[in-house]
């Protein structure tokens, strides 16, 4: 099992700052990819942002330029740096974690993600 705890979320107004965090924890397990979704209300997740393995990022077009993703492959953890944010920013974010887990001496590749994180972007 793999658990992903996030932090950072919060009340900020228009054109404000945020960092999220996302530290990945378990046995067992190399991480593929990490990521950041967002949902808001009455919404379907998307995907906000995403990293390899390797460093490589990939943006949304609506946070392409606002958002950062970072990664620190030592401790397992991914951030999340969102700037000049705006109200159609506002949703509960959501971590996620693609890694190559041993289970019973098999390589699975599975899913996890965190319990979410509450971004709300007003004045």
């Known amino acids: 099992q793999v658990q992903l705890v996030e932090s950072g979320g919060g009340v900020v107004q228009p054109g404000g700052s945020l960092r999220l965090s996302c530290a990945a924890s378990?046995?067992?397990?190399?991480?593929?990819?990490m990521g950041w979704y967002r949902q808001a209300p009455g919404e379907q997740r998307e995907l906000v942002a995403s990293?390899?393995?390797?460093?490589?990022?990939n943006y949304a077009d609506s946070v392409q330029g606002r958002f950062t993703i970072s990664k620190h492959s030592a401790n397992n953890t991914v951030y999340l740096e969102m700037s000049a944010l705006k109200p159609e920013d506002t949703a509960v974010y959501y971590c996620n974690a693609v890694v190559d887990q041993r289970i019973s001496d098999q390589i699975h590749e599975l899913d996890y993600w965190g319990q979410g994180t509450q971004v709300t972007v007003s004045s």
């Open positions: 990293i390899t393995s390797g460093g490589r990022p």
């Open positions: 378990g046995s067992s397990f190399n991480i593929n990819a």
